[in-house]
């Protein structure tokens, strides 16, 4: 077996920590190619000294310089690069066989591309990225012949209850799929009165009831955002209209999704909530791969309880939804919006119940249709992030 050279993009993060754990496990299928991170110098020099990776990319120069001097200090061969543009070197690296897509936000976006029109395996769960280019991102993976496989549990589960021959990249083998049912935790005030979530702080918002992430998808879980988000991908990358993907409020995420066939049949991927099963299904597909998760006690989960979204005290999902239907500027301008609510929210500038209010108010402003190009994507982007930025600061003033 060729041993396969993998690029872990967001390597300090929730789900980067998560992959290099699967990999770990696996040490003959798999080398690392490249580790990225923003600033987080110790976990990057840790991650380094242990997988000898080719490259490390470090976005803030002083950090960069940080982590090269210790790594040349400890005798690693690992050479540092910096800023921005090396995220994209580093996916699109003949020497890269699978990317781990797993940056938080609009940054995601460029490197996540590059890797898709570089062909590569490109194991998605930057969401944002897909998100904001929809058609722009499937149409390179079909042009230069990559392959995306989602890592975000529920669509990963869709993936996994799909028929063996379906490709994202051409929507293959689609025939007879009523529905995709997307779980839902609900988040950690899915019990709570709509008179409460305008005292929410942000401890309470990233407090998961049943998973540990990063910060910003632990708000919008509690905003049931995240879920908005999701809609929007599992549309792009199933080829699905929007009336098609329904959310299922499941507290237990026991189930990770489902899919319903036209002959009655509903098919459904359970596991424990833990991100290295679809981490390790994207590695080793089409085998399956050890992941170091616990198998599932069904005796200790007893119950499956399931429940319509309350879109009234959570309407993030109704935004998304709106959104997509409106086109592609207009989640450029939801997702933007969102990104810059979720920082305010995190720096106690704007309360929870702000957050939907800024996201509606921004994407009323964007264009109406879909960009064709990177750059009209990167011009929306940006437009979003102003407009969201004198709301807010307005907001502050008042
Ligand atoms: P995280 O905050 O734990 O990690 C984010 C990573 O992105 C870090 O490595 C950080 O260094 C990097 N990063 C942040 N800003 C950057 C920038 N400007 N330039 C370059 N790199 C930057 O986040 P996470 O929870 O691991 O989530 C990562 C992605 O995966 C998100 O899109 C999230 O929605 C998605 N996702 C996460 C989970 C999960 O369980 N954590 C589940 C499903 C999907
Ligand atoms: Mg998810």
Known sequence: MVSKGITVLGSSGSIGVSTLDVLARHPERFHVFALTANHNVERLLGQCLQFHPRYAVMVEPVAAESLAKRLREAGSETEVLAGAQALEMVASHPQTDYVMAAIVGAAGLLPSLAAARAGKRVMLANKEALVMSGQLFMDAVREHGAEL???????????????????????????????????????????????????????????????????????????????????????????????????????????????????????????????????????????????????????????????????????????????????????????????????????????????????????????????MNLEDIIVQDGESRSHSLSWIKNKKMH
């Open 149 to 371: 496989l989602p890592i975000d549990s529920e669509h990963n589960a869709i993936f996994q209850c799909l028929p063996a021959s379906f490709a994202a990249a051409t929507h293959s083998a689609r025939d007879g799929i009523e529905k995709i049912l997307l779980t839902a935790s609900g988040g950690p005030f899915r019990l709570w009165p709509a008179s409460d979530l305008q005292a929410v702080t942000p401890e309470q918002a990233v407090a998961h009831p049943n998973w540990s992430m990063g910060q910003k998808i632990s708000v919008d879980s509690a905003t049931l955002m995240n879920k908005g988000l999701e809609v929007i991908e599992a549309c792009w990358l199933f080829g699905l209209p929007a009336e098609r993907v329904e959310v299922v409020v499941h507290p237990q995420s026991t189930i990770h999704s489902m899919v319903s066939y036209n002959d009655g049949s509903v098919l459904a991927q359970l596991g424990n909530p833990d991100m290295r099963t679809p981490i390790a299904y994207a590695l080793g597909w089409p085998e399956r791969l050890v992941s170091g998760v616990a198998p599932l006690d069904l005796f200790a989960t007893a119950r499956l309880d399931f429940e319509r979204p309350d879109v009234e005290r959570f309407p993030c999902l109704q935004l998304a939804y709106a959104a997509h239907a409106q086109g592609g500027y207009a989640t450029i301008a939801l997702n933007a919006a969102n990104e810059e609510a979720v920082k305010a929210f995190l720096k106690r500038e704007i309360g929870f119940t702000d957050i939907p209010v800024l996201v509606g108010h921004v994407m009323q402003q964007a264009s109406a249709g879909t960009p």
